[in-house]
């Protein structure tokens, strides 16, 4: 179970163009686009993973396995950088 780094800011970019998320304890912003700040928002204050999946192929059409994968790498990288902690 994952959830977002309690220091984490985020800043909107406008209207459905995605987030910035700014690290406060390393100083560190990332830009997500609207698919990758829905996954960040679903893992609110604690997720798993295959949750997040579930709600990623209701919200958007795609090959049920190739959404699987694409949320796993990117939950990877968003624990890597210090986006995503687990709950």
Do not use: W
């Amino acid at each position: 179970m994952y959830k977002l780094n309690i220091n984490m800011e985020k800043l909107p970019l406008g209207a459905d163009e995605g987030l910035v998320f700014f690290n406060g304890s390393t100083g560190d912003t990332h830009v997500a686009d609207e698919i990758a700040a829905d996954i960040l928002d679903c893992f609110g204050s604690g997720r798993e993973v295959d949750d997040v999946i579930s709600d990623m192929l209701e919200r958007y059409d795609g090959d049920p396995e190739q959404v699987a994968a694409d949320v796993r790498t990117f939950t990877a990288k968003l624990v890597e950088k210090g986006l995503l902690v687990k709950a």
